[in-house]
């Protein structure tokens, strides 16, 4: 399973470095954004081509390949370790407490379903509005 990581994301990052590379010779900005939102996106095509790619290269340039996404997986083990919860989610969950619809409305951008559901469970009894509050931010 490890190995069939590793080897996934030295294909994404092979296939980012050749999207990125390809891109560098454009002048248009718009051009550079599908260029490198095509590299982001995960679909099949764009994997299995990725994959290919990575294939195709020598033992020696595979080795690197795995080195750097090693390399890249321990930074981002590293920095998922040491973030920090948001305080908007803290704040929310405050919020949710306290005033739950409100919570809510921050939380989805707008009054949809969920802001009048949030509202009604509120209204009828305050603890169900409150524990569907902290769900919905949480």
Do not use: C
Not at 97 to 118: D, K, Q
């Amino acid at each position: 399973m490890k190995k069939i990581t590793y080897l996934l994301a030295a294909a994404i990052v092979l296939n980012f470095s050749n999207a990125t590379a390809s891109s560098v010779g454009t002048t248009t900005g718009e051009t550079n954004k599908t260029t490198t939102s095509a590299a982001i996106t995960m679909d099949d095509a764009v994997v299995t081509d990725a994959m290919s790619q990575f294939k195709s290269l020598s033992r020696v340039d595979r080795k690197a390949k795995l080195k750097e996404v090693k390399s890249l997986m321990k930074e981002y083990k590293a920095n998922k370790a040491n973030a920090t919860p948001s305080t908007d989610k803290v704040l929310l969950a405050i919020l949710a407490i306290l005033l739950p619809p409100l919570a809510v409305y921050l939380h989805e951008g707008t009054t949809n379903g969920t802001f009048w559901i949030s509202v009604l469970l509120t209204l009828l009894f305050w603890i169900p509005g409150v524990i569907f509050a902290l769900i919905t931010v949480l």
